[in-house]
């Protein structure tokens, strides 16, 4: 069995090796993007260098070779979050996989008076596609509140779900609070209601145990570049039948089978997504990233981050002036914590952390704006985990934050 060791982890990092001003770097902006280890980067090297051709198009060794990893990699995700390898659609990222669902599904098949339940801390991702389709469709957005404590106010749901309530979407981890919402809850009054439901999992997969079919989704989405990937892949996971019934997104390349003069027939899910030529290296990186990720096991990457976060949580009593902007419970939070120093703006902070210590996370409205402005109207600062992360990280954020209160 793999026992979680930070130190060990650490080694397969080589930002790690790098120093900026005589100092390491503490690496807090996880959930924008996460560091690569060199498993990963050895994968994509490993493809350009050995097996580079491409997919579903030669004939020939190469290009059998970089199909097979290809495919391979779609296996590996799929079953990472119990999925079916056919129900696992690679895209750029969690923001064209979920606007592949907006505009190959709901620009399709919702009409003027349907109605769209969100949440109030949606990523812009899963919003603002959503305030195009009532601009351009007349469809009725809606969105559940938050408690003080970060939690959605889920009383909401009973009042705002209607049979008018063609799909209830949330995000599985806010961005911001680190909020852990109850998506089979929320999934089980979406399917009462015969509306599908979409999980925004940009933050859930790459820090947790996430299964597909235990949620009951009907499409769950996220990120590679957030889970140790390369940037430039994406996922969405869609249940075999609705993606089977459902009309391509972009046209061309590997989601055809038959072209003829008048005619065309759609190639078998899930190439039928994938329009032109994927990007194979990184999911083959992806694939990578995947495998070192269930060697450490997600449940201790969750433990892990828990730690963490009650570390800080601790820790920031300690430190004058501090406002965090939840007061969740950890079983209902991720690696997530934002807060400002009362006497600075959030970008300042964030500056004088990464000038004095080389402490870099991420300042300002974090892509979701109506919820960081119900906050604070001039931002907020976050601090996000991951696996190679440390309680003597935490302590330099804390000195630091320390030194710039005097
Ligand atoms: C919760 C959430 N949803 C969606 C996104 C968008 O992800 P991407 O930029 O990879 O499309 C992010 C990115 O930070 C996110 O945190």
Redesign the pocket.
Known sequence: MFKFDPEKIRKDFPYLNRKINGKPIVYFDN??MTQKPNQVLGAIDDYYKEHCANVHRGVHKLSQEASGLYEDAHKKIGKFVNAKFEETVFTR????SLNLIYYAYALRNLKKGDRILATSME?H??YVPLLELKKSRGIEVDSIGINEDGTLKMEEYGEKISKKTKIVTV?HVS?VLGTINKVKEIGKLAHENDSLFIV?A??SVPHMPVDFKNINADFLCF?GY?MLGPTGI?VLIGKKEILEDMNPFLYGGDMLQEVHKDSWKPNKIPWKFEAGTPNIAGGIGLGAAVDYLKRIGMDKIRKHEVELVQYTLEKLKSVRGVKVYDSLSIENKGGIVSFNLEKLKCHETAGLLDSMSNVMCRSGML?AQPLVESLNKDGVVRVSFYIYNTKEEIDVLIESLKKINL
Request: net charge negative; charged share 15%; with cysteine.
């Open positions: 959930a924008a990222n969690t923001t064209e990523h991702s899963n995000v961005n925004d940009a933050q990120s957030k994406g892509c």
